[in-house]
């Protein structure tokens, strides 16, 4: 039994003891229910108290049931709340810290509610693909009103209780309490003990919202902030039937959309990306209680975009950083920068003055590294050429104290040999950030052959605190996420040769959910870094077939955005990609010289080469344990890329598919004559799974 149950002067208290966050599992369920019958059950008993014990009230389900029968047996969360609600003597919930999800619904079943200052309320339920399935969409309507229950349901934002607790009119907290919880709601629970009728939220109406158009509008706005996604809509509904029936048909009614949309493939993709974020910083080998280094101060080496983005991230997390440069020039154009990115957010209102000059007051620079000497962590972010980054890990090695974690935040070169230009390669690491760097959630941590297990820990606490999603990637070219990315794009060089036009792949892979097209992306990051890494690999590997169609374009200038040409035209000033007859022309020739006789291609062809394109590399990356897990490949996907996160990754993509359909997709591919036949033989783990039934993710 996962709550406790005790008497005091008259009240009985149930504290849920379920860590870390007292999730309503099969045992605190039970506790509660038992616990309710014992106190009716008792002369001695005037009221009862349920309380959260440790940091939190209540977090909700409890996600190691996820998926499993446990989750639903008895007493399910409806039992658990109609016996609270039925319960002959008067309930008090007793809320601090969190109250969340299926914690919010049992404590909208009780007849009081006091809660602590500081609490975060919320029904997250939307961010994992489901609306709330226990009466939440139903009784937060009847307490806030609709207008406060629908932005809280359709977002999953959590919201200060002080704030809900200040609104004029709100029934959802009887009492704020500031000061210890437990006897001010045995005191509460006294104060109401013998009052009857008991009250409760079924008993309560929901008003019509003030606008008539409430619900239309807040569907149209939800279609455009959460595009493509089912349960935002699906939360609109619920609240719309809070309107207009009775509480048991209502909650009729959402458990019936609850049970639609948990099997939904949105719902799984969501739940995958939930627990991929906290699987991602799990590593295999590195166990949860290896010590870690302590990263008070960080310095950042080289002031540029990279260089710049990093230092914000730290200084953000309230950690100090020494910018070192190597010309005072390129220091004042660094921290220029990052003032401007600054005061952008403080004229936005999202950043307060105060926040800002504490933020820039952690920042120092130097052009000399003496004086990073000391700092625990240093990140290179020079240019990328190894001669350069093989200068400063020389000067490093030379000056950092022991101990100090020294990275290198390379998007291309072998992590490896940076490592052992030094003479202490176990503290030797690489953080690929992306860009930029203080806004992209994803850091790809790249574990060279050297690298300490004690670094590796560290870093992914580092990760935590400067609130990134830190996953593990061993050392190759390109590492998990560009190495992947690379086989989409040579697939659309490919496909725009056979017949598609530039904006059919960029259209099709947008309406797959991509937030732009691999030829936006080209022309938005530049066609020429991809022109320079093609360029060296006809001379590493001279066997990578691409079509010369990427080449042919950047032949004629065309690198992107920032020349106002690419694969799009653009207009000075604009970012709105123009169809460009010269790209056309330039795409004709190529297949004239290779005698490419141009095909229609559907939309869906283009959409299973881009992502099985990469999901087979990806299977190459499990197999060589570049990743560890299929988990991992998705969440850089999800977080870097701006894959579409209700399609879970390309790894789930796949699975969701099924490996059998995959295979047989590809050597359709394999059978095209034009681009890359050979490509498109199965991965051996692919295959081998695909024999076996299974799929990438489990
Ligand atoms: P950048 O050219 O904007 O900045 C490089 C800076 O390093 C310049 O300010 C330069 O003065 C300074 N620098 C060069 N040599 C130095 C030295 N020996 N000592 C101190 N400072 C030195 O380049 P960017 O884009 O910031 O890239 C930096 C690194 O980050 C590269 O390794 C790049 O591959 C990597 N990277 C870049 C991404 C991007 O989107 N730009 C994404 C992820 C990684």
């Not at 209540?58 to 446990?70: L, N, Q, R």
């Not at 975009?305 to 440069?325: D, S």
């Amino acid at each position: 039994m996962s709550a406790t149950y005790q008497v005091t002067d008259g009240v009985a208290v149930i504290s849920l003891a379920n860590p870390p966050v007292n999730g309503l599992g099969q045992g605190t369920r039970a506790g509660i229910v038992d616990g309710l019958a014992q106190a009716n059950a008792d002369a001695a008993v005037k009221a009862v108290v349920i309380i959260g014990s440790g940091k939190v009230f209540c977090g909700g389900a409890d996600i190691k049931e996820f998926g499993s029968p446990k989750a639903f047996a008895a007493p399910d969360l409806h039992v658990t709340i109609a016996a609270v609600e039925q319960s002959a003597k008067p309930v008090v919930a007793a809320i601090h810290g969190v109250a969340m999800g299926g914690g919010l619904e049992l404590a909208l079943g009780c007849h009081y509610r006091v809660v602590a200052k500081g609490t975060q309320i919320a029904l997250p339920e939307v961010n994992i693909g489901i609306v709330p399935g226990a009466g939440g969409t139903q009784r937060l309507p009847r307490v806030l009103g609709v207008e406060t229950a629908l932005q809280m349901i359709t977002t999953g934002a959590s919201v200060p209780a002080d704030k809900l607790a200040a609104a004029p009119g709100q029934k959802l907290f009887n009492q704020l309490v500031d000061g210890d919880l437990l006897p001010a709601a045995i005191a509460f629970a006294q104060s109401v003990a013998d009052a009857r009728p008991l009250p409760s939220v079924r008993d309560l109406s929901v008003a019509a919202p003030a606008d008539a158009d409430a619900f239309a509008k807040a569907r149209a706005e939800l279609a455009k902030t959460r595009k493509n996604l089912e349960a935002p809509q699906r939360c609109v509904d619920c609240v719309e039937a809070a309107t207009k029936l009775d509480l048991d048909a209502g909650i009729a009614y959402e458990r019936d959309v609850f049970a639609k949309l948990v099997t939904s493939d949105q719902a799984r993709a969501l739940r995958h990306a939930f627990f991929g974020e906290r699987a991602a910083s799990k590593i295999p080998d590195v166990p949860d209680t290896t010590p870690l280094r302590d990263v008070k101060s960080v310095a950042v080496i080289g002031a540029g975009t990279m260089g710049g983005g990093i230092t914000m991230c730290f200084l953000n997390a309230g950690i100090p950083v020494k910018l070192l440069e190597m010309k005072q020039e390129a220091i004042d154009r660094g921290v220029g920068v990052i003032r401007k990115n600054y005061e952008a957010q403080v004229a936005k209102g999202k950043l307060s003055q105060d926040k800002y000059e504490q933020r820039m007051a952690l920042l120092t620079t130097t052009l000399s590294y003496e004086d990073i000497a000391q700092a625990d962590m240093v990140i290179e972010a020079v240019f990328e050429d190894m001669d350069v980054k093989a200068q400063v890990f020389t000067q490093l090695d030379a000056v950092m104290k022991p101990g100090a974690i020294l990275a290198s935040n390379t998007s291309t070169l072998d992590v490896d040999k940076i490592a052992e230009v030094t003479k202490r390669p176990g503290d030797v690491i690489g953080l690929h950030f992306f860009s930029p760097a203080n806004v992209m959630r994803l850091l790809e941590v790249v574990r060279s052959k050297h690298t300490a297990k004690d670094v590796m820990a560290t870093v992914m606490a580092v990760a935590k605190k400067i609130k990134k999603v830190a996953v593990v990637s061993g050392v190759c070219d390109g590492f998990i996420g560009n190495r992947m990315f690379e086989q989409y794009v040579r697939q659309g060089f490919f496909l725009v040769e056979e017949g598609a036009t530039v904006q059919q792949v960029d259209k099709a892979a947008e309406a797959f959910g991509w937030a732009m097209g691999p030829f936006r992306v080209g022309d938005l990051a530049g066609n020429d870094i991809g022109f320079a890494i093609r360029k060296r690999r006809k001379v590493e590997q001279p066997d990578v077939i691409y079509s010369p169609v990427g080449d042919a374009i950047c032949e004629l200038g065309r690198f992107g955005q920032k020349v106002g040409k690419g694969w799009y035209d653009y207009e000075v000033g604009k970012r709105e990609p123009v169809p460009s007859a010269e790209v056309q022309a330039c795409i004709d020739k190529v297949r004239a010289d290779k005698g490419v006789t141009p095909r229609a291609i559907s939309d869906d062809e283009i959409v299973q080469r881009l992502v099985l394109a990469m999901v087979n590399e990806g299977a190459k990356i499990l197999e060589e344990g570049i990743a560890s897990k299929a988990s991992d490949i998705d969440m850089v996907y999800l977080t870097g890329y701006g894959f579409p996160v209700y399609r879970g990754g390309p790894m789930l993509y796949a699975d969701m598919l099924g490996l059998p359909k995959v295979v047989e997709l590809m050597k359709g591919f394999a059978a095209n004559p034009n681009g890359d036949p050979a490509f498109w033989t199965p991965a051996p783990l692919l295959a081998q799974l695909a024999s076996q039934g299974k799929g990438f993710t489990g």
